[in-house]
């Protein structure tokens, strides 16, 4: 399978723990990306990663997030001291900067919910 | 503040008919723009783009218009079928690669 795969697809979490989620991108895409999305809005942009550079962070990602992409290839998303507006799921995107192609390729993210 | 917006939250359609979803953007800056398919507890899957240099593109049963002067666009799907029946998210992106997204249309399309 080549796609985008994001492992876990779910974690139910108590408020005030830590949580970690992994994303495997397309083999030969360099961007990543993540994004959350909440009930009955579209994505909204989180982070993104050319190689394992970290270029750009939203204002949405607060002091409590992370993320890392230490060798170019996976990444990870942690979230710090959980709260219950942190109940999402957390999607994974790829793409690559060869040619003129601009699509984003989604994993089937990871739906958090915490308690 | 909203940049993409998708004002008609669902869409009933009869099967073999014409499904039309519009989209409105306000950031003039956006040069490309997507539309993705959505099931339930599954990530949104890539349908068809656009470059804001093209007013038309088609992709089988998918067609998107571009109106870059009213800053709208739209995706016709013809003929609909019962497996079209998703969530549809209109996307736009520009030079820094991050995609901003509506809140996306329900289509259910009836036998």
């Given amino acids: 399978d080549t796609g985008v795969s994001q492992d876990p697809r779910h974690k139910i979490t108590k408020r005030g723990q830590n949580v970690t989620f992994r994303c495997d991108p397309i083999s030969e895409h360099n961007r990543l990306y993540w994004y959350r999305q909440t009930l009955g809005q579209g994505p909204e942009f989180l982070t993104y990663f050319q190689n394992e550079a970290q270029l750009e962070k939203s204002r949405l990602l607060s002091d409590r997030f992370s993320a890392e992409r230490p060798k170019g290839s996976f990444s990870t998303l942690e979230i710090q001291r959980t709260e219950q507006g942190d109940s999402a799921m957390y999607l994974c995107a790829s793409s690559t900067t060869s040619g003129t192609s601009y699509e984003q390729y989604f994993g089937p993210g990871t739906r958090l919910t915490v308690t | 503040d909203q940049q993409v917006k998708q004002n008609s939250p669902s869409l009933s359609v009869q099967e073999g008919r014409i499904s039309i979803l519009n989209c409105d953007y306000t950031n003039s800056m956006f040069d490309y723009f997507l539309w993705y398919k959505k099931y339930p507890a599954e990530g949104p899957t890539f349908l068809i783009s656009i470059s804001s240099i093209k007013d038309k593109n088609e992709d089988g049963r ?50």
């Fill in chain 2, 62 to 111: 998918f067609t998107v218009f571009l109106n870059k002067s009213a800053k709208h666009l739209s995706l016709h799907i013809v003929p609909s079928q019962p497996g079209d029946s998703a969530v549809y998210f209109c996307a736009a992106g520009s030079n820094d690669y991050k995609l901003s997204f509506g809140a996306g249309t329900t289509v259910t399309v009836r036998a």
